[in-house]
């Protein structure tokens, strides 16, 4: 395994992947890869949804487990992101005094809030997937997840700045070229077509609206902080995946 793909096992997995080299080169190629590790990611909790679907879970216990699963899976670092931005939007302070804010390790109120709607709109909409065929809903969920990863590879695209000198941000900003970042998007795209039977355009919807979301926001923030931190790349990966997961079980 070369030191591209262990980044980003480590980066976005918990999974005990020995490190390798660790430079913005790695970096770059870790970065294009997150979407093939957020295809896994997503293979494995659609595996553990339809399974719990099957043992006769009701379906919004079987979509909060299979949340709380994805969490343990990546040690919760994208949701933290998540709340730690929320947390400096809300502030409504800009540069280092909201970078400041993110460092802090309580979560303040809109973060949490953040964090709580987030995670009740992940669980319900996992749980209207299983009543769909069993290829449908895998397609879903890895169409979702890889999504998320994604966004965090558009977050890191050339011409982005990073935050902060040092950090994951400084590591990985500007990292990912435009060739790996039209191959996954439509890779992406190509996956989500398969999620909802019947209506072929409603997947690849669903992720081009998530992902022009996320970039919004995205160039929101790189305007509101200077550039892009870790936490950041976490908030990109989980407004886009719980868009998504809205987009695909609409219908």
């Known amino acids: 395994m070369g030191a591209g793909a262990r980044l980003a096992v480590t980066t976005f997995t918990v999974l005990p992947v020995r490190a390798g080299r660790v ?7 870790a970065m294009s890869l997150a979407a093939v ?31 709380a699963l994805g969490a343990l899976l990546t040690r919760g670092l994208h949701l933290d992101g998540l709340a730690d931005t929320a947390d400096a ?6 540069g280092a005094a909201a970078l400041d804010i993110m460092k802090k390790p309580d979560v303040g109120p809109f973060g949490v809030v953040t964090l709580v709607l987030a995670l009740l709109v992940q669980a319900a909409a996992l749980a209207a997937l299983p009543a769909r065929p069993w290829a449908a809903t895998l397609a879903a969920v890895v169409a979702a997840t890889a999504a998320g990863r994604l966004a965090a590879a558009w977050a890191c695209r050339r011409g982005v700045p990073a935050a902060r000198p040092e950090g994951l941000g400084a590591l990985v ?28 355009w409603q997947g690849p919807v669903a ?45």
């Open 173 to 200: 900003a500007g990292t990912v070229g435009p060739l790996a970042l039209a191959v996954g998007t439509a890779a992406v795209v190509a996956t989500a077509a398969a999620a909802v039977p019947g209506r072929p």
């Open 23 to 29: 430079d913005r080169e790695a970096a770059g190629a």
């Open 37 to 67: 590790v957020g295809a896994a990611l997503g293979a494995a909790l659609a595996g553990a949804l339809l399974a719990l679907d099957r043992a006769g879970a009701p379906p919004l216990v079987a979509g909060a487990v299979t949340v």
């Open 89 to 94: 939007l809300g502030s409504y302070r800009s």
């Open 207 to 251: 992720v081009a609206t998530a992902l022009a979301v996320a970039l919004v926001v995205t160039r929101h923030v790189v305007r509101r902080l200077g550039g892009i931190t870790g936490d950041v790349l976490g908030a990109a990966i989980e407004v886009t995946t719980t868009l998504t997961y809205v987009g695909l079980a609409l219908g």
